[in-house]
């Protein structure tokens, strides 16, 4: 797996998010080979950590094609209101509920293989410094840097508050103290604001320079530092892409997003829970889908547990498809929501519209108060960002920041299958395993 950067001119159809495809390549390389004892201090090895880091951040955002382990965008969309569940295994269905208990296998992969990109790329920024002939001449060190930001994104808005960061020096495993959402967040902006000092930017065409700085708006804008967050992005074109690669084989490489709904275990959410949007039913070609109606009955055919109507996602066309990390696009809904917060909902919306120009979509109106403007702002972002691990961390934004309460912002009441309700969660738990941590492995809180 290998992150490549993508400037297509054809503002359309990289708008819409449909042609995601490779483009031209920042890193055409090999999956990471096994290096010689002998050159564990080497430049070579360095290398092969920073490929093991890209391919284990992939693996973990998006999946892959075993369905052995669900990746980040399909766990968190899960809990949120991008996906429901559509197969049968009961710890999928307990995120999707919102009652995900501590022993849950689903939540443990992700979990742990979050962590292990997280520490990887740390451990490959740590190395390509030390063992690079001329570390100062490369955008390698700025690049893991904001692999490692990315990741402490993830682990602030889509898990509780109170995540443990632990490390290995030497032999030893050092463990690390509970987080709160806020100090994870502001470990992310010093990870971007580390990747952005790096003397090798000075060598850099934009792609690293505005992955790092989207990577630092969204921190800050997880802060609540909108005025901040639109600066960082001013310089971005909108037509940027920075995107994790996949491909038809191994299965290993392919792209779990696509393979979960395609093969009938998730499918496309509408209005689910009486407060999700309506991916579906409001035909907007940002989130493309399609369905089977081999019986022509008028409906749906039904996903692997034969009941719920399966709806595939046509954002992700194949197995190869990639998926967006970071986008020009999210860097203009920043400055809009910056605008809404500056109470400049006219602004706000003149940059949604234009964003919707280059998609051809119609314009949206001025809305005439601040609640309105923030359901549309989200409602756009959840749109343009669909399956992309944005939703779940800005429906706790809405929580958060927007004082809203979490009855109107995720899915209640009943819930789809199995004659159960809804349940509470806002978040992902820290999984029971991380309770060996003696430092407390538990959430400080989950309601937030």
Not at 213 to 220: C, D, F, T, W, Y
Request: hydrophobic share 40%.
């Amino acid at each position: 797996m290998t992150m490549h950067i993508q400037r297509a001119r054809g503002a359309t159809a990289l708008l819409l998010g449909i042609a995601l495809t490779a483009g031209c390549g920042l890193l055409d390389t090999q999956q990471p080979n096994v290096i010689d004892p002998n050159k564990l201090d080497t430049p070579d090895a360095a290398e092969s950590l920073r490929l093991g880091a890209l391919a284990d951040f992939t693996f973990v955002k998006d999946g892959d094609g075993t369905q052995s382990q669900d990746g980040l965008i399909l766990v968190a969309g899960l809990l949120a209101d991008e996906f429901v569940h559509s197969t049968t295994p009961p710890s999928e269905q307990e995120i999707d509920q919102r009652t995900t208990a501590l022993v849950n296998p689903s939540l443990s992969d992700v979990y742990f293989n979050l962590h292990k990109a997280r520490a990887g790329a740390e451990r490959a920024a740590d190395a390509l410094q030390r063992l690079l002939v001329f570390p100062d001449s490369t955008t390698e060190i700025a690049e893991m840097q904001s692999i490692a930001g990315f990741s402490y994104i993830f682990f602030g808005e889509d898990f509780c508050s109170g995540v443990p960061f632990s490390r290995v020096s030497g032999d030893s495993l050092i463990f690390g103290a509970p987080q709160t959402t806020q100090a994870i967040f502001e470990t992310a902006v010093a990870k971007f604001d580390s990747a952005l000092a790096q003397p090798g930017l000075a060598l850099d065409d934009g792609t690293i320079t505005d992955l790092a700085a989207i990577g630092r708006a969204r921190a800050l804008v997880d802060l609540g530092r909108f005025t901040e967050a639109a600066a960082a992005v001013a310089d971005v074109p909108t037509d940027f892409q920075f995107v994790t690669e996949h491909a038809e084989s191994p299965l290993s490489l392919q792209n779990a997003i696509w393979s979960y709904t395609d093969q009938g275990l998730w499918s496309v959410a509408d209005q689910e829970g009486e407060n999700g949007l309506a991916y579906i039913s409001a035909e907007d070609p940002r989130v493309p889908v399609d369905s089977l109606d081999d019986d022509g009955d008028g409906f749906a055919d039904t996903g692997l547990d034969n009941q719920t109507p399966q709806y595939f996602l046509l954002k992700y066309p194949d197995a190869s498809a990639s998926v967006v990390l970071a986008d020009g696009i999210e860097a203009r809904l920043i400055e809009a929501e910056a605008q809404l917060q500056a109470n400049n909902r006219s602004g706000m919306a003149a940059t949604l519209n234009d964003l919707r120009d280059a998609a051809s979509l119609p314009h949206v109106a001025t809305p005439g108060n601040a609640t309105d403007a923030a359901d549309l702002l989200f409602s756009e972002r959840a749109f343009w960002l669909y399956a992309t691990g944005h939703r779940l961390g800005d429906m706790r934004r809405l929580i958060r920041q927007y004082q809203r309460p979490a009855d109107t912002v995720f899915p209640i009441g009943d819930y789809h299958k199995g004659g159960g309700r809804y349940g509470e969660d806002v978040n992902l738990p820290i999984p029971i395993e991380e309770q060996n941590n003696p430092n407390g492995g538990v959430c400080l809180d989950r309601n937030a």
